[in-house]
């Protein structure tokens, strides 16, 4: 489906902007300069009878956003948790995108579980209710279950779905590869590359299989992290386009003064949002990667509730140990040992010198220390970040973007319940106490045993591994005249004294 058809899709979004009245307010949350805003209103006037007229009562970004399709909702929702940097009157209109969207009909969700399950609703379910929540994919409904009275909530995906996002997102492609072609210097963050991991999430989120499977790992995860609940999937009642949670009771994390009305401390319940996400993502490497407010709740004791699982973002233990420097380096003000992880990682080209590349962080960097975090304008400074990483040649990393793009979300949803967290002085702690575990005498004596364990594991093929390094190097006299056996026999003695070590570290 990809092709220059999807040309007209990419007219549409400019000229739907344009039609519902949203060009503007965008142009002016993202700080556009006038030339950039005298082209798009040049252009977009002549193709405005094009756009997608949306729902007149919704305000202009919404209304573009909700008739352009899923994909465009999602960015919105992302966009609507930071109002520091698209502007209150903006951020305010993205909410409702959260899970206030339109919802399809009953009628409608009830034939899809009773084809899904392969049962009659009512002999699954007591009081199926309305719709109380619809979001971009799906809708969710409240009832019992009739065998155990248990209350649940039950999701249903959005009838042709699939269709609309495939839809969206083959435009994403043909835009990427457009700003590809006219802007060479965007190929260093992977546009394409981006959009297919983003096709990837997506796909995943489609599934309400794997987002069962998801609750369920991250609450075995999170079972033991105080303050925070994850509701437990009842797999007997899901399938891949039904799903079916534990009831989670609690006031949406948007609802500020609901919050405060019932005894909860907005900064504190901010702050364990920030704490429980890096906790998850440096500890686990297993996070939440869609923590805007409507999937959070606050319980009537106060607990953080999180629910809707489709997307989950997961780093390598390695990441995790660069990602916990990078921040901890930035929370010690030390711009120089932030330079050498980078280059450490391979973030940045090695022919780049890491001393400029340390003053530029710093430019980044002390900005956000003694000031007021109120007075920080996220938007400059992610613009200046953006320029550094231009000027160092660093390419975007397709494995961090769901750990970044939710940080950036993650921060959003704390600034709204207290707009003076700063996200470093909050994190500090758990950073460091994970730099403790990982980077110190016993993470060293862990990864150690690793290695061993793996040797151990491959014991039996390093003959064979051997004699093929053998077999490579028999052009040299050395080789050609050393013993297959005799390498066999240093390998089967390396794996004993490999489990050797294997005993003595555990003894540790």
Do not use: C
């Not at 252009?43 to 994909?71: E, I, N, Q, Y």
């Not at 990837?200 to 079972?223: I, W």
């Amino acid at each position: 489906m990809r092709g220059p058809h999807n040309i007209l899709r990419l007219i549409r979004t400019g000229a739907t902007l344009e039609r519902t009245g949203a060009m503007r307010l965008v142009l002016e949350a993202f700080d556009a300069p006038r030339p950039l805003r005298i082209a798009a209103r040049v252009l977009g006037w002549p193709f405005k009878f094009l756009g997608l007229k949306g729902d007149p009562s919704m305000p202009p970004a919404t209304r573009a956003l909700t008739a352009l399709g899923p994909a465009y909702i999602k960015f919105g929702q992302v966009l609507s948790t930071r109002p520091d940097v698209v502007g209150d009157e903006l951020a305010m209109q993205l909410r409702v995108l959260q899970d206030k969207l339109p919802p399809f009909s009953t009628e409608v969700a009830k034939a899809t579980i009773e084809h899904e399950l392969g049962r009659p609703v009512d002999e699954l379910f007591e009081d199926l209710s309305e719709p109380v929540a619809a979001a971009s994919i799906a809708q969710v409904h409240r009832a019992r279950v009739r065998d155990t009275g248990h209350d649940v909530a039950v999701k249903v995906l959005r009838p042709k779905i699939e269709r609309a996002f495939r839809k969206d997102i083959d435009a994403f492609y043909l835009a990427a590869s457009i700003i590809e072609f006219l802007a060479p210097g965007t190929r260093r963050l992977h546009p394409t590359e981006v959009i297919a991991h983003f096709e990837g999430v997506v796909l995943g989120e489609l599934d309400l299989r794997l987002e069962s499977s998801a609750a369920s790992e991250f609450a075995a995860n999170t079972k033991g992290d105080a303050g925070f609940q994850v509701p437990q999937p009842h797999w007997f009642l899901s399938s891949r386009r039904v799903m079916t949670l534990e009831w989670a009771e609690g006031i949406p994390m948007g609802e500020l003064d609901a919050i405060v009305a019932a005894g909860h401390d907005p900064r504190a319940v901010g702050e364990r949002v920030l704490q429980l996400f890096l906790s998850h993502a440096l500890r686990d490497g297993y996070f939440h990667a869609d923590m805007h407010q409507g999937n959070l709740k606050v319980a009537a004791n106060g607990d953080v509730i999180a629910y809707d699982f489709g997307i989950m973002g997961r780093i390598d233990e390695y990441t995790r140990r660069v990602y916990a420097e990078i921040l901890f380096g930035f929370i010690q003000r030390d711009y120089k040992r932030v330079a050498e992880v980078h280059f450490e990682a391979g973030y940045v080209p090695a022919d780049r010198d890491v001393d400029e590349f340390a003053q530029a962080l710093r430019a980044v960097g002390e900005p956000i220390f003694g000031m007021d975090a109120s007075q920080i304008s996220m938007g400059r400074l992610l613009n200046y970040l953006f320029e550094v990483t231009e000027r160092f040649g660093m390419e975007t990393r397709t494995e961090l973007i769901l750990l970044q793009r939710t940080m950036v979300v993650v921060e959003g949803v704390a600034r709204s319940l207290s707009p003076q967290i700063n996200i470093w002085q909050v994190a500090k702690p758990i950073v460091e106490a994970y730099i403790k575990d990982s980077l110190g005498p016993r993470a060293l004596a862990r990864d150690l045993i690793k290695t061993a364990r793996v040797l151990v594991r491959f014991g039996p093929k390093l003959p064979q591994i051997a004699e093929a390094m053998l077999a490579r190097q028999s052009e040299t006299p050395v080789q050609r005249s050393a013993s297959p056996w005799r390498m066999v026999f240093y390998t089967g003695l390396g794996g004993a004294l490999t489990a050797g070590a294997i005993l003595i570290l555990q003894a540790l």
